[in-house]
């Protein structure tokens, strides 16, 4: 298996001491922080704003790499960027003008990347694959973690990177939803290069060794 960037996910942290978590994170050698902000509208649940954000940057130096899971994106990115996000990925349906959105985080000079859900195929980011720097595959209906994986959503994975390698394209893979030591084979396999993983990483299943 190839070496990939792992990026826990807080969703599954100890919410009552997020900083304790936050350091766990740091002695498993995680490179990333995958931040899930979920606004109770575009998925059926509500989780982290920025004040937690800025919280958590004050404690750590790891990349943020905090996912808008929110109807218009547009209007908070630049809080969340005050706030200590590294990388900004919103989602491909929750906005209407994505190449504009992508200029406004490299504008503030933050690596912008674009998720899909399980549902949405990949043909619709042809047109915005030269622009960011990163696309997260979603393998499980987001809104809620610990859920198993949608196998089909591998073969997003594929596609994208074979598009990536056709093109010379340089964002990364990202792949959240169900990982853990029996998926992650598949998903590093198909092309993913960034891991998100919540609940396993955290209970012990999953990024400990990547030799």
Same mark, same amino acid.
């Given at each position: ?33 995958? *931040? ?16 937690? %954000? ?46 504009? +959105? ?14 899909? %859900? ?16 990163? %696309? ?17 959503? *591998? ?28 998926? +992650? ?27």
């Amino acid at each position: 298996m190839s070496k990939f960037i792992l990026s826990p996910s807080i969703l599954a942290a100890d919410f009552t001491n997020l900083g304790e978590s936050l350091r766990f994170i740091e002695s498993k050698k995680a490179d990333w922080v995958h *931040i899930d902000v979920m606004d109770g509208s575009f998925v059926p649940n509500i989780t982290f704003g920025q004040p937690v %954000v800025s919280a958590l940057r004050k404690i750590s130096n790891l990349q943020f790499d905090v996912h808008l899971m929110i109807e218009n994106p547009q209007l908070h990115i630049s809080s969340f960027v005050e706030a200590g996000a590294d990388l900004i990925t919103f989602h491909y349906e929750a906005a209407v003008h994505h190449h504009r +959105i992508v200029q406004q985080i490299h504008n503030l000079e933050k690596k912008a990347g674009i998720s899909i %859900v399980p549902s949405t195929p990949v043909s619709v980011l042809q047109d915005i694959l030269p622009f960011v720097d990163l %696309v997260l595959i979603m393998s499980v209906n987001p809104g809620f973690g610990g859920q198993t994986l949608i196998p089909r959503c *591998i073969e997003k994975i594929a596609q994208l990177d074979e598009l990536r390698s056709k093109n010379g394209y340089n964002f990364r893979l990202s792949v959240d939803g169900g990982i853990n030591n029996k998926t +992650i084979g598949m998903a590093v396999d198909a092309g993913a290069d960034v891991i998100v993983s919540g609940s396993s990483f955290f209970s012990g299943d999953i990024g400990i060794d990547r030799k």
